[in-house]
């Protein structure tokens, strides 16, 4: 599978997500939602603060093929797939 097609099916199962869907991240399991997804960015907020945070496509193809200095794991589409689907 392509990355392109891996980044399409996340940015749909993002926008199936319910509108208060909150989900946790795994390590430091900080409670956030999915406010927006854009063609080439998802936006989250942090619940209980008015962070907002752009996850930009870029970063995860750099951290998909293992090159470029980014603060998401090196699986990072898996992983967000997988916090998807433990709210649901």
């Known amino acids: 599978m392509t990355f392109a097609s891996t980044w399409n099916n996340l940015l749909s199962e993002c ?3 319910e509108d208060d869907a909150t989900l946790i991240t795994l390590l430091s399991e ?3 939602r999915i406010t927006d997804v ?5 936006i989250v907020e942090f ?10 496509r870029e970063q995860f193809e750099r951290s998909s093929t293992g ?3 980014v603060e998401l794991p090196s ?5 967000l797939q997988k916090l ?3 709210q649901r």
């Not at 854009?38 to 998802?42: N, V, Y």
């Open 38 to 42: 854009q063609e080439h960015r998802i």
């Open 75 to 79: 699986n990072s589409i898996a992983f």
């Open 47 to 56: 619940v209980g603060s008015e962070e907002s945070r752009p996850l930009q």
């Open 84 to 86: 998807i689907r433990i």
């Open 30 to 32: 900080q409670r956030f």
């Open 15 to 17: 926008e199936a997500l």
């Open 67 to 69: 090159f470029g200095a």
